[in-house]
């Protein structure tokens, strides 16, 4: 099982594939993990994607990762381990492609390196939209079941790190509209249509970003394939020349 190891955490991921990279950052929640894809409506581990090398990974404390949990965690800590996992693996430039939390971790990318980032493919993201509640509980859920886990870890580490993810009332509790305005980076957005993953989010990132396109229906059993499609395509149109 391949592993990166640092500063106390064991990142899993998996590879597979040849070609250009791809990142992709699962849906779940703060349980992201590579299992989630195959819960997806469409799953690039289970589809041929040629040209693209896959790097799927289970974000710490999901999956099989596991971290030490501070007060100090936040999206950065995040952040600091999708790099680091890239840098493992020599990869510089690449696409990436997240679903529900994942569209708040590319825009975290985006934010950080943009450079390196060519696209990014958000399906249902989640934002904030008169449901931040329903985010503090699936924190605490997940909480309860890594308490005994980390039983060294005050009331108030949780706190801070609750609220480091999902105490703010920007557009993508990690972005704010502004942020999204800045972003350069071509992206591609699969609506979505629940509390998790607003409609609202989804048509904001489109009208605040320079280079966004919006799909609205995508999900649906006869929907899939022209979903497929139009992602193939979007990365290809991204995606530089093997010389460059």
């Known amino acids: 099982m391949p592993v990166l190891e640092r500063e106390g955490a064991r990142i899993h991921y998996e590879t597979q594939g040849e070609g250009f990279p791809l990142l992709?950052?699962?849906?779940?929640?703060?349980?992201?993990?590579?299992?989630?894809?195959?819960?997806?409506?469409?799953?690039?581990?289970?589809?041929?994607m040629p040209g693209y090398r896959l790097i799927a990974m289970d974000q710490r404390n999901?999956?099989?990762?596991?971290?030490?949990?501070?007060?100090?965690?936040?999206?950065?800590?995040?952040?600091?381990?999708?790099?680091?996992l890239l840098d493992h693996l020599g990869i510089d430039r690449f696409?990436?492609?997240?679903?529900?939390?994942g569209g708040s971790f590319i825009m975290e990318l985006v934010k950080a390196i943009p450079d390196r980032v060519m696209s990014g493919v958000m399906l249902q993201p989640i934002?904030?939209?008169?449901?931040?509640?329903?985010?503090?509980?699936?924190f605490d859920d997940w909480a309860m079941e890594q308490r005994p886990d980390h039983p060294t870890v005050s009331d108030t580490?949780?706190?801070?790190?609750?609220h480091a993810m999902f105490g703010s009332e920007d557009l993508l509790f990690n972005a704010t509209e502004a942020d999204v305005a800045a972003c350069r980076t071509p992206l591609l957005v699969l609506m979505?249509?629940?509390?998790?993953?607003?409609?609202?989010?989804?048509r904001r990132i489109?009208?605040?970003?320079?280079?966004?396109?919006?799909?609205?229906?995508?999900?649906?059993?006869g929907d899939i394939?022209?979903?497929?499609?139009?992602?193939?395509?979007?990365?290809?149109?991204?995606?530089?020349p093997a010389s460059a």
Not at 157 to 162: L, N, Y
């Open 24 to 48: 992709l950052l699962a849906s779940g929640g703060m349980r992201s993990s590579i299992p989630y894809w195959g819960k997806a409506p469409w799953n690039p581990l289970a589809r041929a």
């Open 62 to 84: 999901a999956g099989q990762s596991t971290a030490p949990i501070t007060a100090a965690n936040g999206w950065q800590t995040y952040l600091d381990d999708q790099i680091a």
């Open 95 to 101: 696409h990436v492609a997240g679903m529900c939390i």
């Open 127 to 138: 934002g904030f939209s008169d449901n931040q509640q329903t985010f503090l509980d699936m």
């Open 157 to 162: 580490d949780w706190s801070t790190f609750r």
């Open 192 to 202: 979505g249509q629940d509390v998790y993953h607003p409609e609202f989010t989804s």
């Open 206 to 221: 489109v009208e605040c970003a320079p280079d966004a396109t919006l799909i609205e229906q995508w999900k649906g059993p």
């Open 225 to 240: 394939e022209d979903t497929h499609a139009a992602i193939m395509t979007f990365l290809a149109a991204h995606t530089p």
